[in-house]
T-cell receptor
């Protein structure tokens, strides 16, 4: 089955700096890669996603890159703000419809 | 607003006493999932339904069962809760699995006394 590794497990940055979270996956059949943000005590929510036919996608301060050959994808957050503090999960989906999650990254943005 | 609704938000049950958690959706999505999430960990998939087709994860304990009587509702039954089953239980939907994102409910936090 699919295995997703996520790094780092914790990340602390100063407000205004950039944050990068990296994930690798094992199943070459995976073709959809969503990122979820989970604030303390709340449900995970989709923040951005990328499909396997695209190498990069950007939405305001958030971008995701995908390298299918190397089987890794990354989340980039620029100009971080305190409200970006949360746990971020990457995931990889196959056509079977299951999301395999990474273990999560706790991002802390210091004001 | 179309959404995924879980009831109750907090559930306390006694060791060994059966408990049922419920989930409903107004998104008309084909796929419904149950995840277990323990503190500081990733959501762990227990099972999912693609329409009426039930898919159980290999490592989901037999203690956990699920029902999906119709498109809108899905239930999680824990037959004999143990202390290790205390967790947040998240219901999620997706339009068709595969390349569709998950829409999570707010979860039910289960406490076992």
């Amino acid at each position: 089955g699919e295995n997703v590794e996520q790094h780092p497990s914790t990340l602390s940055v100063q407000e205004g700096d950039s944050a990068v979270i990296k994930c690798t996956y094992s199943d070459s059949a995976s073709n959809y890669f969503p990122w979820y943000k989970q604030e303390l005590g709340k449900r995970p929510q989709l923040i951005i996603d990328i499909r396997s036919n695209v190498g990069e996608k950007k939405d305001q301060r958030i971008a995701v890159t995908l390298n299918k050959t190397a089987k890794h994808f990354s989340l980039h957050i620029t100009e971080t703000q305190p409200e970006d503090s949360a746990v971020y999960f990457c995931a990889a989906n196959t056509n079977a419809g299951k999301s395999t999650f990474g273990d999560g990254t706790t991002l802390t943005v210091k004001p | 607003d179309a959404m995924v609704i879980q009831n109750p938000r907090y559930q306390v049950t006694q060791f060994g006493k059966p408990v049922t958690l419920s989930c409903s959706q107004t998104l008309n999505h084909n796929v419904m999932y149950w995840y277990q999430q323990k503190s500081s960990q990733a959501p762990k998939l227990l099972f999912h339904y693609y329409d009426k087709d039930f898919n159980n994860e290999a490592d989901t304990p037999d203690n956990f069962q699920s029902r999906r009587p119709n498109t809108s509702f899905c239930f999680l039954d824990i037959r004999s809760p143990g202390l290790g089953d205390a967790a947040m239980y998240l219901c999620a939907t997706s339009r068709d699995g595969g390349s569709s994102p998950l829409h999570f409910g707010n979860g039910t936090r289960l406490t076992v006394t």
